[in-house]
């Protein structure tokens, strides 16, 4: 029989660490998915070979100005770097409960005086020098996996806050995009006010001048007034609009508030919106969707730590061992006389308190449900966007060339009436009538324009596209 005492120490380890406690992590199930999404087709225009959720989807919205806030967002935005030291700060703990899994080893070194009193000295004399050495090592045996399961949860928890890092890339720059295009709509609503002012004034001006040759009253010229202060009260909010877009999309590209407002200052018009874009499957989503990948990490992470409580039903036991020299002078420090050295074989006994144990246990346990039912949520709420973006994408662009038509055809008709007003073949209360029926449908187009733009950044972000060239990149790899 072969005895355990001249057992290899590694391979008794190892023989001793072939058992984890706890419940292992196996990806959690999800709803049946359907082939495809319910309104993926809705717009009734040709699919692409390449998926919406391509790297660089504001380069499709052909506006340069848009390109260069989203690239300087994705190198400096404030947020991202937060995100980004979260990640660093997982790993950081990755890495250190890694080291559990090895022997650790110090060394300390001392050199001093002490004065002992007369009975510790004993006869002897009461001042004397003291030096000393040691090298320690202390390893926990990983008998039922406590180690184990802790990195196996440190490393879910880091991927986790890498997938919350490429969520933070999705939400700036879908925020990026969102602000800039309601920036451009803003502008054209302030610059369609403006011209309908001018109008306006242009219509008070006849008026007037049909009143100084006795062919108006003042009923007219007081109903002429009003509209154009209607028209130049709206002014002001559209301006406070326009500063508060530029000064948000400054501090998306880390920069302060007033920093670009000499290079938004002109109204380069509204982005172009994509015609054609294929959401691809509800499987392919929850792949790419970061918001989906953390809330299966996390779950991972809750489960391992199921193993870490559970193995606290049982004793933890290390090996220690030290040696070292000491003297009362620097030259006996390394004499053989000096030599000391000491070997433990360690129990920790807290095992037996097991009521706080299974209370640690019951905790984790909740903790993990909570993980799944978390997960869950995500999955159904990251289908509902999809879902929800793709329906309002559809019906945007039927809606805005509606009101394309209605404006232009009011304008034809807003020429119409002025010309008949001058020469006096109606009244000015038709004239008025269809001025303002037109700002008021120039405005719903630019408005359903910028709706149905904002609707294509949705349907982007929803997807979750991950454009890693410009991203601010983790600085080491999970562990």
């Given at each position: 029989?072969?005895?355990?005492?001249h057992?290899?120490?590694?391979?008794?380890?190892?023989?001793?660490?072939?058992?984890?406690?706890?419940?292992d992590?196996?990806?959690?199930q999800?709803?049946?998915?359907?082939?495809?999404?319910?309104?993926?087709?809705?717009?009734?225009?040709?699919?692409?070979?390449?998926?919406?959720?391509?790297?660089?989807?504001?380069?499709?919205?052909?506006?340069?100005?848009?390109?260069?806030?989203?690239?300087?967002?994705?190198?400096?935005?404030?947020?991202?770097?937060?995100?980004?030291?979260?990640?660093?700060?997982?790993?950081?703990?990755?890495?250190?409960?890694?080291?559990?899994?090895?022997?650790?080893?110090?060394?300390?070194?001392?050199?001093?005086?002490?004065?002992?009193s007369?009975?510790?000295?004993?006869?002897?004399?009461?001042?004397?020098a003291?030096?000393?050495?040691?090298?320690?090592?202390?390893?926990?045996?990983d008998?039922?996996g406590?180690?184990?399961?802790?990195?196996?949860?440190?490393?879910?928890?880091?991927?986790?806050?890498?997938?919350?890092?490429?969520a933070?890339?999705?939400?700036?720059?879908?925020?990026?995009?969102?602000?800039?295009?309601?920036?451009?709509?803003?502008?054209?609503?302030?610059?369609?006010?403006?011209?309908?002012?001018?109008?306006?004034?242009?219509?008070?001006?006849?008026?007037?001048?049909?009143?100084?040759?006795?062919?108006?009253?003042?009923?007219?010229?007081?109903?002429?007034?009003?509209?154009?202060?209607?028209?130049?009260?709206?002014?002001?909010?559209?301006?406070a609009?326009?500063?508060?877009?530029?000064?948000?999309?400054?501090?998306?590209?880390?920069?302060t508030?007033?920093?670009?407002?000499?290079?938004?200052?002109?109204?380069t018009?509204?982005?172009?919106?994509?015609?054609?874009?294929?959401?691809g499957?509800?499987?392919?989503?929850?792949?790419?969707?970061?918001?989906?990948?953390?809330?299966?990490?996390?779950?991972?992470?809750?489960?391992?730590r199921?193993?870490?409580?559970?193995?606290?039903?049982?004793?933890?036991?290390?090996?220690?061992?030290?040696?070292?020299?000491?003297?009362?002078?620097?030259?006996?420090l390394?004499?053989?006389?000096?030599?000391?050295?000491?070997?433990?074989?360690?129990?920790?006994?807290?095992?037996?308190?097991?009521?706080?144990?299974?209370?640690?246990?019951?905790?984790?346990?909740?903790e993990?449900?909570?993980?799944?039912a978390?997960?869950?949520?995500?999955?159904?709420?990251?289908?509902?966007?999809?879902?929800?973006?793709?329906?309002?994408?559809?019906?945007?662009?039927?809606?805005?060339?509606?009101?394309?038509?209605?404006?232009?055809?009011?304008e034809?008709?807003?020429?119409?009436?002025?010309?008949?007003?001058?020469?006096?073949?109606?009244?000015?209360?038709?004239?008025?009538?269809?001025?303002?029926?037109?700002?008021?449908?120039?405005?719903?187009?630019?408005?359903?324009?910028?709706?149905?733009?904002?609707?294509?950044?949705?349907?982007?972000?929803?997807?979750?596209?991950?454009?890693?060239q410009?991203?601010?990149?983790?600085?080491?790899?999970?562990?």
């Open positions: 029989m072969i005895k355990l005492k057992w290899p120490l590694p391979l008794l380890a190892a023989i001793l660490q072939g058992c984890t406690v706890g419940p992590f196996h990806r959690p999800t709803p049946d998915l359907p082939a495809s999404f319910t309104h993926a087709g809705s717009r009734k225009v040709a699919p692409l070979h390449v998926s919406a959720a391509d790297d660089e989807f504001w380069k499709r919205f052909a506006d340069p100005q848009l390109s260069s806030l989203v690239k300087a967002a994705l190198t400096t935005n404030h947020d991202l770097q937060t995100a980004l030291a979260n990640y660093d700060a997982a790993n950081a703990l990755l890495r250190l409960a890694r080291f559990d899994q090895i022997p650790t080893v110090t060394m300390s070194a001392q050199a001093g005086r002490q004065r002992s007369t009975d510790q000295a004993n006869g002897a004399a009461r001042s004397h003291v030096y000393g050495n040691s090298a320690s090592l202390n390893w926990e045996l008998l039922v406590r180690v184990r399961r802790s990195v196996e949860s440190h490393r879910a928890e880091t991927q986790a806050r890498a997938s919350d890092l490429h933070m890339q999705v939400a700036v720059v879908s925020q990026v995009a969102s602000t800039y295009i309601d920036l451009r709509a803003a502008q054209k609503m302030l610059g369609l006010s403006n011209a309908n002012a001018d109008s306006q004034r242009q219509t008070l001006e006849v008026v007037q001048g049909r009143l100084n040759a006795g062919r108006g009253s003042s009923y007219d010229l007081s109903r002429a007034q009003a509209q154009l202060d209607i028209i130049v009260s709206r002014i002001p909010q559209l301006e609009r326009v500063a508060v877009d530029r000064h948000r999309l400054a501090v998306l590209a880390g920069l508030p007033t920093a670009l407002d000499a290079r938004l200052q002109k109204d018009g509204m982005p172009a919106v994509p015609d054609n874009l294929d959401p499957t509800p499987a392919d989503l929850l792949r790419r969707r970061p918001d989906v990948a953390s809330a299966e990490y996390q779950l991972h992470a809750a489960t391992a199921v193993g870490v409580a559970t193995a606290d039903l049982f004793p933890r036991v290390s090996l220690g061992a030290a040696i070292g020299t000491f003297a009362f002078s620097g030259g006996g390394y004499a053989a006389s000096g030599e000391s050295n000491l070997a433990l074989l360690g129990v920790d006994w807290s095992f037996l308190d097991v009521g706080r144990v299974k209370s640690r246990i019951a905790a984790s346990d909740a993990a449900s909570a993980g799944l978390r997960y869950q949520q995500t999955v159904l709420k990251a289908l509902e966007d999809v879902e929800n973006a793709l329906v309002r994408f559809a019906r945007s662009k039927d809606e805005n060339a509606r009101l394309a038509s209605a404006a232009n055809e009011l034809n008709a807003a020429t119409i009436a002025r010309t008949r007003y001058q020469a006096g073949a109606i009244e000015l209360f038709e004239l008025l009538d269809v001025q303002r029926a037109l700002y008021s449908a120039q405005i719903a187009q630019a408005d359903s324009q910028a709706r149905s733009t904002a609707s294509a950044v949705d349907l982007y972000a929803s997807l979750a596209g991950g454009w890693p410009y991203a601010v990149q983790p600085s080491g790899q999970v562990q």
